[in-house]
Structures are given as structure tokens and as C-alpha cells.
């Protein structure tokens, strides 16, 4: 770009070269384009476009700021143009207006992009490092990893500041480089101590201090501005890396209590999960309830409750059903499916609450099959409510509180259930009355279903054929 101190002679050659047919493009920065009068929705593209090619071709603030003014421009232009409006009948149709703004919207992000960074980028990284530094509990071992990572970056900053605005490090309150040079003094006379964690901060805090005072420029320091983000990278790279406490209590804690050490060879990755499976394998209830206790993640969560949902009878204790049932207790359903495989009958209570609960079918699915498993006595008349076809029960959910029943086996079902088999009008649920009978599988069960071998529903038939053959093969031989 040219400047205020240009020799005119230069400016008498551009001219004649332009009345002599040259390319002055070639040496005169391009006109900015002019909104067009009258606008329309091609000649307001063909300004965009204008727009897009200078925005391609900036290379400075101020150019990016001209490139804004232009945009201003163009929103006024489109606002002010005579542009059919869409059909508003046809979620298909052509929005001009619309298609423009949005390129306007597009351009500006383009703007933005393209702006920067700025020295302000870089102290606020540089602060965010230093609260991570302060408010983090370090092991010994990441203590000393976050020291290397302060003394690089320390380094590397000053450099940058010092080739962007030399003096500006000597002029802020504190020089980061002597702070840290203080603290491996100090380190020096006590080997076993560490350098401080508030002499790392304070180094940290005089980066920003210094950075804030070498009033770095996005276009004339851009060089600086990168090398010090660039520096910043490493330094949060270095931070993630270093151990903290957090991270070793919950390492430390399962390997002193054994969880480990069930491993020997494995291929599974985190070796948490390996560990995991091994005490499926073995049974081991309280290393299970130990990982879950402990492992924050959702990973490690889920896989300890499908453990449980897979042991079954086995995984339970006192402690893994109080576990659970604290759980289920959220209508969390997992929970619920696991009381069931465990056949807790501590859990009757609860999933006795949850079996009207009409407006959640899936809930209520998990609990009946859950009550059935369990055996739950008390659940018989909830359940058997559910089968009323003039209830407010999901047709869909019906079926499942009838296998409920059939699970429970409590004779006091038998009357609702050949009630449900005789005329509910769906065939699903009749279907599974009969299954449910023949479950419960007294005579007056399996005579209620064999009534219906012939019916014309296939379903249905078939659970009265299978009770035909258990009646007859319960009919004692005939004597010669």
C-alpha cells in the first residue's frame, strides 16, 4: 500500500502509463466498488462478489475494516432493493433477499476469521494458564513437569516480546525470567523442595503484565503475536500432561485396595475395564461397587451396571442393592431391569409406586418385568389393574403386566387373567393371559386355556394347544 511520503514522480508515471493503455491495477490499489442504484438481486451478487475478492485480498486491520463498511453497505442496499418476496405457500421457493443476507452473514464471519490475533488473545491465554497452575493439585512428579512447562514457555515469551518491543519486559513490574531464576535459586539451597507454585504463577502473571505493555499490533507484530500463541500451545500441552492429584487418588486408592490385582495379561483398554471384567468373572461384588464408587466416567459406569444386569442373583449383596436401588428409586430404568435380574425383593416397594405410571410405557415395561422376576406378591392386583381394558394403560404395555403375572405364579391372578383371555379385544393381550396361565400352571389354569386350542386367533390358539398337552400329560395312565 502506498504512504503519505510517495515522490510525485512515481505518482506522473502512473498516470501516463494509464492514459497509455497500461494495467494501473498493476500499481494503484483497485476502486472500491460502488452499491449500485436501483439494485437487483444481480447486480447485489455481483457486489458481493466484489466484496468476497477484497476480503480475499486484505491484508491488514484497516483493509478488513473497509471490507466491514462495504458489508454495512450492502445490508442497506438489500433492505432498501424491490426483491420478489417468496411464495409463502412453497417451502421451496426462491428467497432473493434472504440468499443475500445470508451471504452478507458469511462475509462477516469471513471478517472476523481473518482478524487478529492480538496481543489481548495471548494474555488471556496466558491468565487462563496461570488460574490452571494456581488452582490445580499437582503430584510431586506433575509439580515438577508444570516447573519445565513454566520455564519454556517463560523463555520463549520473553524472546518474543523482547523482538516485538524491546524494553517492554524491563519496564513491566516484575521480569518473569528473573522471578523464575529466583525461584531455582531457592530450589537450589533445598533440593527436596520444589520450585513454588506462586513464584510459577507470579512468572506467569508478569508474561501477561509484559505482554499487555509491549502494546503488541495484529499487523505489525503478527510474527510475535503467533510465536507467543504458538509458545502458549505448549505451555496448556504441558499442563494437560502433568499429573494431579485427582488423577492418582482414584489410581492409588483402587490399587490399594485390590482391584488390580486380579490382572495379568490383558488386552483390554483402560486396564479399569479389564480389571472389570475379571471380577464379573469372579464374583467379586464389593470391586464392582469399588469401580463404580470411584471412576467418574460414563464409561466405566455403564459398564459396572451391565455387569451387575449379567451377574444377576450373583451380584447380590446388601450393599449392591442398596446400590441400585438408590438408583431405580430416579425411575432410572437400567436400575430397575438390574433389581429384577437380581430378584430383589427389597425393591417391591418402589416399582410398586411406578407400575400406574400410564405416561411412561417404557418405565413401566422395565418394572413389570422386573415385579415378575422378583416374584412380588404384592404386585398382583396393581398388575392385574393394568389389564382392564377400559384403564388408561398403553395397549402396547398391557401384554407385559400379564406376563408380569404369569412370572409372579400367584393363583389370585387366575380369575383376572381367563377374564382378560375370555374378552380383551386385543389378541396380544390374550395371548399373553394364556402364556401367563399356563406359567402359574394349576388345573384351573390350564383347563381356563386349553378352551381356546381352536380359537381362530393363531396366537391364541397356540397357548391353548400347549395347555391341552400339559393337561394331558398331568392325566395320570389308565390301568390295565
Given at each position: 500500500?502506498?504512504?503519505?511520503?510517495?515522490?510525485?514522480?512515481?505518482?506522473?508515471?502512473?498516470a501516463?502509463?494509464?492514459?497509455?493503455?497500461?494495467?494501473?491495477?498493476?500499481?494503484?490499489?483497485t476502486?472500491?466498488?460502488?452499491?449500485?442504484?436501483?439494485a437487483?438481486?444481480?447486480?447485489?451478487?455481483?457486489?458481493?462478489?466484489?466484496?468476497?475478492?477484497?476480503?480475499?485480498?486484505?491484508?491488514?486491520?484497516?483493509?478488513?475494516?473497509?471490507?466491514?463498511?462495504?458489508?454495512?453497505?450492502?445490508e442497506?442496499?438489500?433492505?432498501?432493493?424491490?426483491?420478489?418476496?417468496?411464495?409463502e405457500?412453497?417451502?421451496?421457493?426462491?428467497?432473493?433477499?434472504?440468499?443475500?443476507?445470508d451471504?452478507?452473514?458469511?462475509?462477516?464471519?469471513?471478517?472476523?476469521?481473518?482478524?487478529?490475533?492480538?496481543?489481548?488473545?495471548?494474555?488471556?491465554?496466558?491468565?487462563?494458564?496461570?488460574?490452571?497452575?494456581?488452582?490445580?493439585?499437582?503430584?510431586?512428579?506433575?509439580?515438577?513437569?508444570?516447573?519445565?512447562?513454566?520455564?519454556?514457555f517463560?523463555?520463549?515469551?520473553?524472546?518474543?516480546i523482547?523482538?516485538?518491543?524491546?524494553?517492554?519486559?524491563?519496564?513491566?513490574?516484575?521480569?518473569?525470567?528473573?522471578?523464575?531464576?529466583?525461584?531455582?535459586?531457592?530450589?537450589?539451597?533445598?533440593?527436596?523442595?520444589?520450585?513454588p507454585?506462586d513464584q510459577?504463577?507470579?512468572?506467569?502473571?508478569?508474561?501477561?503484565?509484559?505482554?499487555?505493555?509491549?502494546?503488541?499490533?495484529?499487523d505489525?507484530?503478527?510474527?510475535?503475536?503467533?510465536?507467543?500463541?504458538?509458545?502458549?500451545?505448549?505451555?496448556?500441552?504441558?499442563?494437560?500432561?502433568?499429573?494431579?492429584?485427582?488423577?492418582?487418588?482414584?489410581h492409588?486408592?483402587?490399587?490399594?485396595?485390590g482391584?488390580?490385582?486380579?490382572?495379568?495379561h490383558?488386552?483390554?483398554?483402560?486396564?479399569?475395564?479389564?480389571?472389570l471384567?475379571e471380577?464379573?468373572?469372579?464374583?467379586?461384588?464389593?470391586?464392582?461397587?469399588?469401580?463404580l464408587?470411584?471412576?467418574?466416567?460414563?464409561?466405566?459406569?455403564?459398564?459396572?451396571?451391565?455387569?451387575?444386569?449379567?451377574?444377576?442373583k450373583?451380584?447380590?449383596?446388601?450393599?449392591?442393592?442398596?446400590?441400585?436401588?438408590?438408583?431405580?428409586?430416579?425411575?432410572?430404568?437400567p436400575?430397575?431391569?438390574?433389581?429384577?435380574?437380581?430378584?430383589?425383593?427389597?425393591?417391591?416397594?418402589t416399582l410398586?409406586?411406578?407400575?400406574d405410571?400410564?405416561?411412561?410405557?417404557?418405565?413401566?415395561k422395565?418394572v413389570?418385568?422386573?415385579?415378575?422376576?422378583?416374584?412380588?406378591e404384592e404386585?398382583?392386583?396393581?398388575?392385574?389393574?393394568?389389564?382392564?381394558?377400559?384403564?388408561?394403560?398403553?395397549?402396547?404395555?398391557?401384554p407385559?403386566?400379564?406376563?408380569?403375572?404369569?412370572?409372579?405364579?400367584?393363583?389370585?391372578?387366575?380369575?383376572?387373567?381367563?377374564?382378560?383371555?375370555?374378552?380383551?379385544?386385543?389378541d396380544?393381550?390374550?395371548?399373553a393371559?394364556?402364556?401367563?396361565?399356563?406359567?402359574?400352571?394349576?388345573?384351573?389354569?390350564?383347563?381356563?386355556?386349553?378352551?381356546?386350542?381352536?380359537?381362530?386367533?393363531f396366537?391364541?390358539?397356540?397357548?391353548?394347544?400347549?395347555?391341552?398337552?400339559?393337561?394331558?400329560?398331568?392325566?395320570?395312565?389308565?390301568?390295565?
Amino acid at each position: 500500500m502506498s504512504n503519505g511520503d510517495d515522490d510525485p514522480a512515481d505518482a506522473s508515471e502512473e498516470a501516463d502509463a494509464a492514459d497509455d493503455g497500461g494495467d494501473a491495477g498493476e500499481s494503484a490499489e483497485t476502486a472500491a466498488p460502488t452499491l449500485p442504484d436501483d439494485a437487483t438481486e444481480e447486480s447485489l451478487n455481483e457486489y458481493l462478489d466484489e466484496i468476497a475478492d477484497r476480503l480475499e485480498a486484505a491484508e491488514t486491520e484497516a483493509d478488513l475494516d473497509d471490507v466491514e463498511a462495504l458489508l454495512d453497505d450492502a445490508e442497506t442496499g438489500i433492505e432498501e432493493a424491490d426483491l420478489p418476496e417468496p411464495d409463502e405457500d412453497d417451502e421451496d421457493a426462491d428467497d432473493p433477499r434472504g440468499d443475500l443476507e445470508d451471504r452478507v452473514a458469511e462475509l462477516r464471519d469471513g471478517v472476523e476469521e481473518a482478524r487478529g490475533p492480538y496481543g489481548e488473545d495471548v494474555v488471556d491465554a496466558v491468565e487462563a494458564a496461570s488460574g490452571t497452575v494456581a488452582d490445580t493439585e499437582w503430584t510431586e512428579d506433575g509439580h515438577d513437569d508444570v516447573a519445565a512447562a513454566v520455564a519454556s514457555f517463560v523463555d520463549e515469551a520473553a524472546d518474543a516480546i523482547d523482538d516485538a518491543a524491546p524494553g517492554a519486559i524491563d519496564e513491566a513490574d516484575e521480569d518473569p525470567e528473573a522471578l523464575l531464576n529466583e525461584a531455582a535459586d531457592d530450589e537450589a539451597t533445598d533440593a527436596a523442595e520444589p520450585v513454588p507454585l506462586d513464584q510459577l504463577v507470579a512468572a506467569l502473571d508478569a508474561v501477561a503484565a509484559a505482554v499487555g505493555e509491549a502494546d503488541l499490533d495484529a499487523d505489525e507484530d503478527a510474527d510475535e503475536i503467533a510465536a507467543l500463541l504458538a509458545a502458549t500451545d505448549d505451555l496448556e500441552a504441558g499442563l494437560d500432561d502433568a499429573e494431579e492429584w485427582d488423577d492418582l487418588e482414584t489410581h492409588e486408592q483402587l490399587r490399594a485396595q485390590g482391584y488390580y490385582d486380579v490382572l495379568g495379561h490383558y488386552k483390554d483398554f483402560p486396564v479399569e475395564w479389564a480389571a472389570l471384567k475379571e471380577h464379573e468373572a469372579r464374583g467379586n461384588v464389593d470391586m464392582i461397587l469399588l469401580a463404580l464408587d470411584s471412576l467418574g466416567s460414563e464409561f466405566m459406569e455403564r459398564h459396572c451396571l451391565e455387569a451387575f444386569e449379567r451377574m444377576g442373583k450373583r451380584g447380590k449383596t446388601e450393599a449392591s442393592v442398596e446400590e441400585v436401588l438408590g438408583r431405580a428409586e430416579k425411575r432410572d430404568q437400567p436400575a430397575i431391569r438390574i433389581l429384577g435380574k437380581m430378584a430383589a425383593e427389597e425393591a417391591t416397594d418402589t416399582l410398586v409406586e411406578y407400575v400406574d405410571e400410564d405416561s411412561n410405557p417404557q418405565l413401566q415395561k422395565a418394572v413389570f418385568k422386573a415385579l415378575g422376576e422378583i416374584g412380588a406378591e404384592e404386585a398382583v392386583q396393581p398388575l392385574a389393574n393394568q389389564l382392564d381394558p377400559d384403564g388408561d394403560t398403553d395397549e402396547l404395555v398391557r401384554p407385559h403386566a400379564a406376563r408380569a403375572l404369569g412370572l409372579i405364579g400367584d393363583t389370585r391372578a387366575v380369575d383376572p387373567l381367563a377374564d382378560a383371555l375370555e374378552a380383551h379385544p386385543s389378541d396380544d393381550v390374550r395371548a399373553a393371559a394364556g402364556w401367563a396361565l399356563r406359567q402359574i400352571g394349576t388345573r384351573e389354569a390350564l383347563e381356563a386355556v386349553a378352551e381356546y386350542a381352536d380359537e381362530r386367533s393363531f396366537v391364541v390358539s397356540t397357548e391353548g394347544e400347549k395347555a391341552e398337552r400339559a393337561l394331558d400329560e398331568a392325566e395320570p395312565a389308565p390301568t390295565a
